[in-house]
């Protein structure tokens, strides 16, 4: 039996994270953490992004992930930081989408027939639920997950209930 493929439709980039006691800059973004979590686990996936050219996709190529639906655009990739000071109870978040900024949208040729799973990584709200509108027209079977940024959560109540 052949294992389901789990698409990941979301943000790769870099961040940085900043506390009391130290600092790092990695690769990062929602759909960068999960299909690493969901590699890791074992069986395929499959990331939906757009990054900038500055992006080093091999990583994720290196874990077996199939980055063949990542658009590779000149400019920079997303840019997450993030900083927990003065305790690390005090949160803020800076973004910079970079070349990831535009609508993400899934290619209209995308193979849908081996998806058991699709995760929509964090975004605008009214972005994932366009996302999840088309997942679900073009796989209606397919289990369909997406998570958010509280500040999203507080910003659009209605559309991430």
Avoid: W
Avoid at 130 to 143: D, G, Q, S, Y
């Amino acid at each position: 039996m052949t294992a389901h493929r789990i698409v990941v439709v979301g943000h790769l980039g870099f961040e940085s994270v900043k506390t009391p006691i130290a600092e790092r800059r990695s690769l990062g973004g929602s759909a960068y953490y999960t299909a690493i979590g969901a590699a890791v686990s074992g069986g395929p996936v499959s990331v939906i992004s757009v990054v900038g050219d500055d992006y080093p996709l091999d990583t994720l190529r290196a874990l077996g992930i199939d980055v063949s639906r990542v658009t590779v655009a000149k400019g920079k990739s997303p840019q997450f930081d993030i900083k927990y000071l003065p305790t690390l109870a005090d949160r803020t978040l800076e973004l910079d989408l970079g070349v990831g900024g535009g609508v993400l949208r899934i290619p209209d040729d995308f193979d849908f027939s081996d998806v058991g799973y699709v995760h929509v990584a964090t975004n605008l709200p009214q972005t994932q639920i366009e996302i999840i509108e088309r997942v679900r027209a073009l796989a209606p079977h397919a289990p369909v997950s997406a998570d958010s940024f509280d500040q999203f959560v507080i910003a659009y109540p209605k559309a991430t209930c």
